[in-house]
């Protein structure tokens, strides 16, 4: 049989979404009524797998730029991460290495075009021969009318629903945006506000978008308010919706932000954010490099080399911190300049993890096996955090 994976082509986006929908199981029209942002990058994002001219097989890998930090943070940066969703296969083609080709496919285009790390949410025993793990932490707390007047918070006045269809509506919520610390550029991904069953709440303090399109409850997943008036603006939007509560996503980092809503919530759990794996271990760590310079004042100088190991192959990466600059190098460049104790007299440490445990120590999350020796070890976790809106 003749088996070609390629790119899908433009003209072939309503192939692609009525193959899903029956894949799934899916009403017709439901991926192109509830993903019209996957829809619309899909020429450009999914890998199919094409047999005598019929679709068998798909796996999509979607951008989103996280920022980590933001402006908000010196050192705060923004990379590309790609979002792995809508991985199937037809039934007649089950067993036959269909996913496997298109997902190892997926993960070296992501890293030809300089997406270091990637995320998908399924199930771990599946997607863990892909070298995906498990890993980040979020927060989420829980908000009720009763919690909120015993904080002394009365709603803002200001707050209204909007039409995320409507162009200029968008356009007003830039001014928001830079106030986004951890989290996905929301100015680059506009149409994930258009999504179906979202409801996108705007007033002075700042927005809020909900999952949830009933009446009743919300379920905000994301929540930016430049002036620090969080909990008013999420009263506010509680009245609109006839809701007694609400459940707000957010980044596990100690914040301004976190602390206020601490302070007015009854409630909260931890989750973990996605399953996550490295894509390209030593640019991951370049583009990183700034935020963990800012993690690293106080720490004694030290060299540390650390590979990321998938099955036969092992990249490293040296990290040099001389108790003032970080700098981040391919390669094990201590070895190159002979080992030993590092130019500023510090500690110089090397190992190499599997991929799927270096994500898990990078990130956090879960109780690792071992851990990674050295003060390099104090600049981790990165806070990565991708609201569920951005899940694909």
């Known amino acids: 049989m003749d088996q070609t994976i390629r790119l899908l082509r433009p003209e072939e986006i309503d192939q692609l979404a009525r193959f899903k929908d029956g894949i799934f199981g899916h009403a ?7 993903h ?7 020429p450009d994002c999914s890998l199919i797998m ?7 097989g798909h796996v999509g890998a979607y951008p989103m730029a996280l920022r980590v930090g933001g402006d908000k943070v010196a050192g705060g940066v923004e990379f590309t991460c790609g979002g792995i969703g809508g ?9 036959r290495g269909v996913m496997s080709r298109l997902m190892k496919a997926s993960i070296e285009r992501m890293r030809e075009r300089g ?3 990637s995320v998908l949410w399924g199930d771990e025993q599946r997607y863990m021969n892909f070298g995906y793990r498990t890993a980040g932490l979020k927060y989420q707390l829980r908000v009720t009318r009763r919690s909120l007047d015993k904080a002394g918070i009365t709603p803002s006045k200001t707050v209204e629903e909007v039409d995320a269809s409507d162009g200029q509506v968008l356009a007003a919520l830039g001014k928001f945006y830079p106030a986004i610390a951890y989290g996905v550029d929301r100015g680059r991904h506009l149409q994930k506000l258009r999504k179906y069953g979202v409801r996108t709440f705007v007033g002075e ?9 009933m009446a009743g409850d919300l379920q905000i ?11 008013e603006l999420i009263y506010g939007a509680m009245q609109l919706a006839l809701a007694q509560a609400a459940t707000v996503e957010l980044a596990a980092v100690r914040t301004a932000e976190t602390e206020r809503l601490w302070r007015v919530a009854n409630y909260w759990q931890i989750y973990p954010q996605g399953m996550f794996r490295i894509i390209d271990w030593p640019k991951l760590l370049m583009v990183l490099a700034p935020y ?29 911190w001389d108790g003032r600059k970080l700098e981040v190098s391919a390669g094990d460049m201590a070895a190159s300049a002979g080992g030993g104790a590092s130019p500023a007299g510090g500690q110089v440490v090397a190992v190499d993890l599997d991929n799927p445990h270096l994500t898990g120590l990078l990130l956090g999350g879960p109780l690792t096996r071992e851990e990674l020796p050295g003060p390099f070890a104090r600049l981790l976790p990165v806070p990565v955090h991708i609201p569920q809106l951005d899940h694909v």
């Open 50 to 56: 094409e047999e005598n001219g019929q679709i068998i």
């Open 115 to 117: 997406w270091y790390l």
């Open 28 to 34: 017709r029209g439901f991926f192109a009524r509830r």
């Open 36 to 42: 019209p942002d996957l829809m619309a990058m899909s």
């Open 205 to 213: 303090e700042g927005y809020l978008v909900s999952l949830k399109e």
């Open 292 to 320: 963990l310079e800012s993690r690293a004042a106080g720490l004694p100088p030290f060299v540390a080399v650390i590979g990321c190991r998938w099955e036969e192959d092992v990249e490293r990466a040296t990290v040099r």
């Open 87 to 95: 991985v199937s296969t037809a039934p007649a083609a089950r067993g």
């Open 221 to 231: 997943t994301e929540l930016v308010s430049p002036t620090g008036r969080e909990a």
